[in-house]
């Protein structure tokens, strides 16, 4: 029996398995994230949001941020779609 969003957890480990990940960005502002995904998918770039359940496992803590991971080859491509979308300010250093 398939619990409901493993479908979704197979696909992330599928993807962490296939590539390395650069972390292009740790943040908890959720409108940031929901942006960045929006930039990236409107460049053809995949974006995985690692993270994001560990603050419901914490107790809800909101000093745990998410991180923002990209295939290492689409890194530069992700770097400049950020910067010209305004959100240089936000990225990792790398």
Same mark, same amino acid.
């Given at each position: 029996? =398939?619990? /409901?969003?493993?479908?979704?957890?197979? /696909?992330? !480990?599928?993807?962490?398995?296939? =590539?390395?990940?650069?972390?292009?960005?740790?943040?908890?502002?959720?409108?940031?994230?929901?942006?960045?995904? !929006?930039? &990236?998918?409107? +460049?053809?770039?995949?974006?995985?949001?690692?993270?994001?359940?560990? +603050?419901? $496992?914490?107790?809800? $803590? @909101?000093?745990? @941020?998410?991180?923002? &991971?990209? !295939?290492?080859?689409?890194? @530069?491509?992700? =770097? %400049? !779609?950020?910067?010209?979308?305004?959100?240089?300010?936000? $990225? %990792?250093?790398?």
């Amino acid at each position: 029996m =398939r619990r /409901k969003g493993q479908g979704r957890v197979i /696909k992330a !480990a599928q993807y962490l398995g296939a =590539r390395g990940l650069i972390e292009i960005m740790r943040t908890n502002d959720l409108v940031l994230i929901s942006r960045v995904e !929006a930039v &990236l998918a409107e +460049s053809g770039i995949e974006v995985f949001v690692a993270d994001g359940h560990m +603050s419901a $496992l914490e107790g809800s $803590l @909101p000093f745990l @941020p998410r991180r923002l &991971l990209v !295939a290492e080859e689409f890194a @530069p491509a992700a =770097r %400049r !779609a950020l910067r010209e979308a305004g959100l240089a300010a936000e $990225l %990792r250093n790398g």
